[in-house]
């Protein structure tokens, strides 16, 4: 299975982007897919994830700015992106744990992951 993340771009803060992420390669409906991200100089941090059978979870500094979302399990897992910060700048990266876990903020709770798509927030 491999993920393909796309949408990032270069954005004036205010604005709103919208993030995608496909899987391929193969029948694949894990229990969260998720979005990361890693600022220069930084450790990769989470932003937000979409459960399978539920909720969805939002780092405190999106909340209310991010929303992440998926029509069915055939289609890709989006983040859309509004008021956008200078600080949200970073290198995105979407993420997928096969199977239920409790925990899903960390880097090593994820099996897959794409390869990136750049977000840059201009002021």
């Known amino acids: 299975v491999q993920l393909q993340a796309s949408g990032g771009g270069l954005v004036q803060a205010g604005g709103s982007l919208r993030l995608s992420c496909a899987a391929s390669?193969?029948?694949?409906?894990?229990?969260?897919m998720g979005w990361f991200r890693q600022a220069p100089g930084k450790e990769r941090e989470f932003v937000a994830v979409?459960?399978?059978?539920?909720?969805?979870y939002y780092a405190d500094s999106v909340k209310g700015r991010f929303t992440i979302s998926r029509d069915n399990a055939k289609n890709p897992v989006y983040l859309q992106m509004n008021s956008l910060k200078p600080e949200d700048t970073a290198i995105y990266y979407c993420?997928?744990?096969?199977?239920?876990?409790?925990?899903?903020?960390?880097?090593?709770?994820?099996?897959?992951w794409g390869q990136g798509t750049q977000v840059t927030v201009s002021s």
């Open positions: 979409f459960r399978s059978e539920g909720p969805t």
């Open positions: 390669g193969g029948t694949f409906n894990p229990y969260y």
């Open positions: 993420a997928a744990r096969r199977y239920y876990s409790s925990s899903y903020g960390n880097t090593r709770d994820y099996d897959y």
